[in-house]
Structures are given as C-alpha cells and as structure tokens.
C-alpha cells in the first residue's frame, strides 16, 4: 500500500503537491486554533502556535502550561501547530532531491546506508525527534531517502511522546512547587 502511494506520489507535479501540502497545513492551524479557543484563550492559543511553528513542540508544550492551558490541550496546540511546517517541508525536501544534481550527487555516498537501514533504522529518528526537532528530522529522513510515510510516522511519535510528557511533567512539576 505505501509504495503504490509512493509511486502516485511521485507522479504528482511540484505546484500539486504544494497545493495539497498547503492545503494540510491549513488544516493542522485550524485544528490547532480549535483547540485553543474552545478553551476561551485567543492570545495565548495564538502565542503558542507561533512559539511551536519556531522553536518546535517541546517548548511550546513547556510553555502552555505557564500560559494556563491543561497538560493535554497545551500538547495538542504544541504538537498541531508543530505539523503546520511538515508538509510544506516534506514537499520541498523531495523537490530539492529531484531538481539540483549536487544534492543528488552527495546522496550516491548516503544510498548504502539507506539501503542498508531504511526499514528499521528510520524509528531512530523517534527519540532523536525531542533532541533534535521535527523539522531535522525530517531531513534526516529525506537525505537517507527513506520512505516519507515511515519517516513521517516516526516523527510524529517522537514528538507526540515528549510533548505530553514534558506538558504534564511540567504541570506536575508545577504543582508540586506550590504545595
């Protein structure tokens, strides 16, 4: 099933895929606006999908709790906010693959080791994704030409993982500061 989407995929021109990728970034904003205003907070909401888009969703999930935001909303806007940049990236990462030779070039000498790790390895990315960030990652993913769904689920994992724990590990932290 994922190398029939792959190879659809790849059939797709570059203005289509950017058309749907914006498409889908709009739809992680409005998911993650929703989320914020059903708890009544405009500026706040606003504040953190911001903070996510720039500094990632780890420290936008650290800071919906001093904004006020319960442990699972502050990490939901954190980590749909965080999406909003990923497939507008991903897009333009394969794109950068196809169209400039020099980049093409340098990743002849990554090919074995994709090849070599491309099933199992892309889950690496899982716990590296609070160190390093979504956006790097993903990168990461793309020079090894792994497959972009993989890469993107492993992704998704990482972040979602450390953005829960870091907002409800700061909210007990929080809490256990002010008894």
């Known amino acids: 099933m994922t190398r029939l ?3 659809m995929v790849a059939r797709l021109p570059f203005w289509r895929l950017m058309l749907y990728g ?3 970034s709009l739809l992680f904003f409005a998911g993650s606006l929703a989320l914020g205003l059903s708890q009544g907070r405009v500026w706040p909401t606003l504040s953190l999908i911001g903070t996510s888009i720039v500094l990632e969703a780890q420290p936008a ?13 502050g990490a939901g806007i954190a980590i749909l ?3 909003i940049a990923v497939p507008i990236l991903m897009v333009g990462f ?3 693959m196809h169209r400039f030779r020099f980049v093409r070039k340098r990743m002849e000498k990554a090919e ?6 491309a099933k199992y390895g892309v889950w690496i990315l899982a716990p590296l994704c609070p160190l390093l960030g979504a956006y790097a990652c993903l990168a990461i ?5 792994w497959n972009p ?14 953005a829960f724990v870091i907002a409800y590990g700061g909210s007990a932290l929080l809490r256990w500061v002010h008894l």
């Open 61 to 73: 999930a650290a800071a919906s709790i001093p904004l006020g935001f319960d442990p699972s909303t």
């Open 112 to 117: 074995a080791l994709s090849r070599r790790y």
């Open 81 to 83: 906010a965080n999406m």
């Open 141 to 145: 993913g793309s020079v090894l030409r």
């Open 94 to 96: 394969r794109e950068a």
């Open 5 to 7: 989407w792959t190879s």
């Open 149 to 162: 769904l993989r890469v993107l689920g492993a992704v998704v994992v990482g972040m979602v993982a450390s």
């Open 22 to 24: 914006a498409a889908a």
